[in-house]
């Protein structure tokens, strides 16, 4: 069979391929070049940027649990100056999409943020990190509609660049939260961000993180991420950057089928530092043994009604 078609589109951004990385997972320059040529990912999505630099946390700052990863990183950078300076000139001559995940105190923070981004030919898109549980300002933005809508309307109207909203699956009206950041003129959303969590070390009766509290990433989570996009996916028509414990192409085609237009890999880099790669694979050898000549054709394809009368008691 011919090639399959990757190509995914997003308002007017053209992606080769779905395949991305969850920001913060990828380091935040060349870290992941020796591995794999990052034109071959669909987009490369930066770990956060802030106005002003960041040590981030204490540490212990990760911890490993079954299936999943608790970080507490709280934001670490070297601020949105650094970035521009010396970031942007290395991903300027890789050819594919840069998303540049920002993230602030204030709505004057993402505006400010917005503002200089703008004014950068290589960045095709944002991602608002309105939902990072690791810091102590910032998180309240998705935790209600009237705040998500205000700070994505401010970048809304600072900037043309298209932009994905990041949201946190703590969020009381979830559903709520995203109506509002579409609203407000979201151009996607990214789903999810991680759920807090926490993990003792027995011996010395004390929290495993120096934060207590950390954001849990990787497998554990996967089911929550699916149905948070199928939620989604029911009540509106918004494209999705998923992520969440996808490590292989498995996982990630049951994000395609339930609507994604873009999977995101984080924790599944610090295992394999090639899984996007080998996810790519495998959704093309999965398109191919299925038929498939576009990945459109996967996207959305779940059969819901069908699952349903497939299981349904026979009468009498
Ligand atoms: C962190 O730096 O604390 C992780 C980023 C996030 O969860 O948004």
Excluded: W
């Excluded at 100056?81 to 998303?99: G, M, Q, W």
């Excluded at 993230?103 to 505006?111: C, L, N, P, Q, R």
């Amino acid at each position: 069979m011919a090639k399959v078609d990757l190509t995914t589109k997003i308002g007017t951004l053209i992606f080769k391929n779905p395949v991305t990385v969850a920001s913060g997972t990828f380091g935040s320059k060349d870290e992941y070049a020796r591995y794999l040529n990052y034109e071959r990912l669909g987009a490369i999505v930066t770990k956060t940027v802030t106005p002003k630099p960041r040590k981030g946390n204490q540490m212990p700052r990760i911890f490993e649990t079954p299936s999943g990863m608790l970080n507490s990183i709280g934001l670490q950078n070297k601020g949105i100056d650094d970035f521009i300076e010396n970031k942007i000139p290395y991903f300027k001559k890789i050819k594919t999409h840069l998303i540049v995940n920002i993230a602030g105190e204030s709505i004057e923070d993402f505006v400010a943020l917005a503002k200089k981004l703008d004014r950068e030919k290589s960045v095709s898109a944002l991602e608002l990190n309105i939902s990072c549980p690791n810091v102590k300002k910032g998180l309240e933005f998705c935790a209600k509609p009237e705040l998500t809508y205000e700070v994505v309307k401010a970048v809304k109207d600072t900037t043309k660049l298209p932009f994905f909203t990041k949201l946190s699956p703590e969020a009381h009206d979830f559903l709520g939260v995203a109506e509002a950041a579409i609203k407000a003129g979201s151009d996607a959303l990214s789903l999810i961000n991680t759920i807090r969590g926490m993990a003792v070390d027995v011996e010395k009766c004390r929290p495993q993180l120096a934060n207590v509290f950390g954001g849990l990433s990787g497998p554990a989570i996967r089911p929550i991420a699916l149905r948070y996009l199928h939620e989604v996916k029911c009540e509106f028509d918004i494209p999705v950057m998923a992520m969440g414990g996808i490590m292989t192409a498995q996982d990630a085609l049951e994000f395609l089928i339930a609507g994604a237009h873009l999977i995101a890999v984080g924790t599944a880099n610090f295992v394999n530092p090639k899984a996007t790669m080998e996810i790519l694979g495998g959704i093309e050898g999965y398109m191919k043994r299925k038929g498939y000549a576009s990945v459109n054709e996967v996207r959305g394809s779940l059969r819901i009604k069908e699952a349903s009368e497939d299981r349904s008691v026979p009468a009498g």
